[in-house]
């Protein structure tokens, strides 16, 4: 079993950058994809990013191709999203996740973290 724990959200203006955390603790976080989902208020949970055990695969959600970047550093047991050109629709609570495969169903991920917000100003 692992732990996650989101940071470095925050409040930004359209066009800049964020970097977001998720850091792991526990046994065995190297057995583990991880992916980014975020969740505006009133709407429905979104897929992001996601990445594979080793980081070799990564996908994104259409909307944020081109624009966020997903990583992950094993030795630290943290997986980042880098986030650019940001727009106020990606306003959202960003939550990171782990499971067993990169995908971007969320019934495949078994442990969460709380989330850390994210806020986009025009």
């Known amino acids: 079993q692992i732990q996650l724990v989101e940071s470095g959200g925050g409040l930004v203006q359209a066009g800049g950058s964020l970097n977001v955390s998720c850091v792991a603790s526990?046994?065995?976080?190297?057995?583990?994809?991880v992916g980014w989902f975020r969740q505006a208020q009133g709407k429905e949970r979104e897929f992001v990013a996601a990445?594979?055990?080793?980081?070799?695969?990564?996908h994104y959600g259409d909307s944020v191709k081109g624009r966020f970047t997903i990583s992950r550093d094993n030795v630290k047991n943290t997986v980042y999203l880098q986030m650019n050109s940001l727009k106020p629709e990606d306003t959202a609570v960003y939550t990171c996740a782990a499971g067993g495969v990169p995908t971007s169903t969320v019934r495949h991920y078994s442990y969460w973290g709380r989330g850390t917000q994210v806020t986009v100003s025009s």
């Open positions: 990445i594979s055990r080793g980081g070799g695969n990564t």
């Open positions: 526990g046994r065995f976080f190297t057995s583990y994809a």
